[in-house]
């Protein structure tokens, strides 16, 4: 970590610390260029999404995202550690005027494997049901499309073999596994043709979550249900108590902190090039881990202080502000 920050700090000095991690304000393509090949374990971020109608933190249209984001994917690449991961969540977007939907997604995704080398580990998707209506025009105006609340996440990697351990993700077994573990379940072979033997009731602690992942605190549905009211609410909250305005598309803790734990572990280094309101750095943090966040938006990056504030002696602020424009 020194080694990073260390070349980061000749560019600039970060905006703020913590015992673990560190912030810091500027073109995320800047930074990336500065740091050392094969140092990060994991790069998670929710970067500025291709939509078709532009919005304050900064995206693309769909027609030029894919090739704005592979100079940041062979930066990404240039700087994992062979074993590491690069995890990116991507909302969709429609065609302008049409009801029936970009590509951008699959495109980009094709163009990092074949042209930047990266592997796709595994694709995740990531539901908020608090997402609101959109575009207004097909689904509330027409009535032609449904509520589009899931985005697809890439799980991209260096290597064929990234560092991952499911079992540090582990979710509580449901009553009917309970039930099934404590009465025994007798080998056959079911009539999809899998054989069930009877390691099938070995008590792992736990179930493996699947990649259409449901709330992390629950057991029985099975989407990753991750809205941003309850993880972001004392964000929100000092961000208002400040008259500072929180950043409009915040990336839910919770999500950050399943990734964290599966692909990572203590100590490793973890990176956000799009910190926004730096959830990933709060999570990171939260989870021993060391971090470094981007962001370009000097009001997002100050209001994200907030997360480290709450938990005053976990987090140790060394700098609160650096090179800001007056403290919070």
Known sequence: MQNITKALNKFNAPYY????????LGDSLDYLKLIPDNSVNLILTSPPFALT??????????????????????????????????????????????????????????????????????????????????????????????????????????????KADNRKVLRPYSDA??????????????PSGHNITNKFNKENEGSIPPNILDNLEEETSNVLELGNNESNSKYMMKC??????????????????FFIKFLTEETDIVLDPF???????????????HWISF??????????????????SIFDLKTPILNGNGSI
């Open 53 to 162: 109608s532009q919005k304050e933190y900064g995206n693309k249209s769909s027609i030029d995202y894919v090739d704005w984001f592979l100079d940041f994917g062979k930066e990404f690449y240039r700087i994992l550690k062979p074993d590491g991961s690069f995890v990116v969540d991507l909302g969709g977007a429609y065609l302008p005027g049409f009801p029936v939907r970009s590509l951008y997604q699959y495109e980009l995704l094709i163009r990092l494997v074949k042209e930047v080398n990266f592997h796709l580990a595994q694709e995740f998707f990531h539901y908020n049901p608090a997402r609101l209506p959109a575009p207004a025009e097909w689904v509330n105006v027409r009535r032609i499309r449904v509520k589009d609340s899931v985005n697809l996440v890439w799980w991209l990697s260096k290597t064929e073999y990234p």
């Open 17 to 24: 610390e913590t015992t673990n991690g560190v912030a810091y």
């Open 240 to 257: 208002k108590e400040a008259g500072i305005k929180p950043h409009p598309a915040k990336f839910p803790i919770r999500f950050a902190d």
């Open 177 to 190: 596994m309970k039930q099934l573990l404590k009465k025994g379940y007798k080998a056959k072979m079911r």
């Open 275 to 289: 910190a926004g309101s730096n959830t990933t750095g709060f999570a990171a943090q939260s989870n021993s881990r």
């Open 295 to 312: 962001e370009k938006d000097e009001l997002y990056l100050k209001g994200s202080l907030f997360r480290f504030q709450e938990e005053p």
